[in-house]
């Protein structure tokens, strides 16, 4: 082994190091000539071909900093963990995120996704299997209102330089692990105060419950009423499992009903219409996503998409910022209202 490859081969190392405690500035060339006992010369050669391998790059009077690139090319990856990829708007949210970091990107990555299932048990198996060569970035959907049994292997795989980000917000037990997640709250509570401020006064609910988003959103819709004071009461809001006669029931008497999302919309509105008993240009019905499912077939509903940067361009911005080590913070994406 040459002096240069020997060299290069300790520098690598010393990347790897830094990647791990996220120290992103490398030593001057004049730090490292004296580091590894080499000529001028010989150090910039060595850096120069870190910088062709992209694991480094060079500003005008900043020095040398890191890619956030692995010298471990089987670690350059990025994982998506959802309960179900292949259904609603993932295969699209999926093909859009890696769409945004290959164009968002100057150095290679690539993207694989895993499904969890919503099932805490097959979660610990993939992380298990991930913790054997650990991708820059793990993007995990939070699926639970539960503490998370697998935040030791999540801590682990922190501990080995993987990032985690939580979608949709973060567990109980790991607050401190930096999520991206829609303004539910907020868009629940205008869309309440903005439908009575237009007449409306018998507003009903249609929601999931089975994450913190989804929590936030049903407690953006009572906050509302009870600001209002109009009655929360259990009868002015369902949870998506409630048998279908109550649905009807709570559409019967409403003038304006909000659905969680569109992939909860969609079939009730539709079981809605085949039946009768709801018609679409004397009752408003809203919802979220602003989805292909709201605008199939003979009708559309109204749904709410986001202010200015989609969802998927939000994660990809922050999957690249965080591989170059810019801070780990939570990013609550707003919705557009009318």
Same mark, same amino acid.
């Given at each position: 082994?040459?002096k240069?490859?020997?060299?290069?081969?300790?520098?690598?190392k $010393?990347?790897s190091?830094?990647l791990?405690?996220?120290?992103?500035?490398?030593?001057?060339?004049?730090?490292?000539?004296?580091?590894?006992?080499?000529?001028?010369?010989?150090?910039?050669?060595?850096l120069?071909?870190?910088?062709?391998?992209?694991?480094?790059?060079?500003?005008?009077g900043s020095?040398?900093?890191? +890619?956030?690139?692995?010298?471990? %090319?089987g670690?350059?990856h990025?994982?998506?963990?959802?309960?179900r990829?292949?259904?609603y708007?993932?295969?699209?949210?999926?093909?859009?995120?890696?769409?945004?970091?290959s164009s968002?990107?100057d150095?290679?990555?690539s993207?694989?996704?895993? $499904?969890?299932?919503?099932?805490?048990f097959?979660?610990?198996n993939?992380l298990? *299997?991930?913790?054997?060569?650990?991708?820059?970035?793990?993007?995990s959907?939070c699926? %639970? !209102?539960?503490?998370n049994?697998?935040?030791?292997?999540?801590?682990?795989l922190?501990k080995?330089?993987?990032?985690?980000?939580?979608?949709?917000?973060?567990?109980?037990?790991?607050?401190?692990?930096?999520s991206?997640? $829609?303004g539910?709250?907020d868009?629940?509570?205008n869309?309440?105060i903005?439908?009575?401020?237009?007449?409306?006064r018998r507003?009903?609910?249609?929601?999931k419950? +089975?994450?913190?988003?989804?929590?936030?959103?049903?407690?953006?819709?009572?906050?509302? !009423?009870r *600001?209002? *004071?109009?009655?929360f009461?259990?009868?002015r809001?369902?949870?998506?499992?409630?048998?279908?006669?109550d649905?009807?029931?709570?559409?019967?008497?409403?003038?304006?009903?909000?659905f969680?999302s *569109? $992939?909860?919309?969609?079939?009730?509105?539709? @079981?809605?219409?085949?039946?009768?008993?709801?018609?679409?240009?004397?009752k408003?019905?809203y919802?979220?996503?602003?989805?292909?499912?709201?605008?199939?077939n %003979?009708?559309?509903?109204?749904?709410?998409?986001h202010?200015?940067?989609?969802l998927?361009?939000?994660? @990809?911005?922050?999957?690249?910022?965080?591989?170059?080590?810019?801070?780990k913070? %939570?990013?609550?994406?707003p919705?557009?209202l009318?």
């Open positions: 082994m040459t240069q490859e020997n060299i290069t081969k300790k520098i690598k $010393e990347i190091q830094r791990l405690s996220g120290k992103m500035a490398l030593p001057t060339e004049k730090e490292l000539c004296e580091k590894y006992s080499c000529s001028r010369q010989t150090i910039r050669k060595v120069s071909n870190l910088k062709e391998e992209k694991l480094i790059n060079s500003r005008q020095g040398y900093h890191l +890619t956030g690139l692995n010298p471990d %090319s670690r350059n990025i994982c998506l963990l959802f309960a990829p292949d259904e708007i993932y295969p699209s949210l999926i093909y859009d995120i890696e769409k945004n970091i968002g990107s150095i290679p990555l993207v694989s996704v895993s $499904e969890t299932q919503s099932d805490f097959r979660e610990r993939i298990k *299997d991930l913790l054997k060569n650990p991708p820059l970035v793990i993007l959907e699926f %639970s !209102l539960m503490d049994p697998n935040h030791d292997l999540y801590e682990a922190e080995k330089g993987c990032s985690v980000i939580f979608l949709y917000g973060t567990y109980r037990n790991m607050q401190d692990f930096p991206i997640a $829609e539910a709250y868009a629940a509570y869309l309440v903005q439908l009575h401020t237009n007449g409306h507003i009903s609910g249609v929601f419950n +089975t994450n913190p988003q989804d929590s936030s959103m049903i407690s953006g819709f009572i906050s509302a !009423l *600001d209002l *004071d109009i009655d009461g259990k009868k809001y369902v949870i998506e499992d409630a048998p279908s006669s649905i009807s029931a709570l559409c019967k008497e409403s003038d304006a009903i909000i969680g *569109d $992939e909860l919309a969609y079939p009730h509105v539709k @079981a809605l219409r085949d039946k009768k008993l709801i018609n679409l240009k004397e408003k019905v919802s979220f996503d602003n989805s292909y499912l709201s605008q199939v %003979s009708f559309r509903i109204k749904s709410f998409s202010r200015e940067k989609t998927s361009y939000t994660i @990809a911005k922050r999957i690249l910022s965080t591989i170059k080590g810019q801070p913070i %939570s990013i609550v994406l919705y557009q009318f």
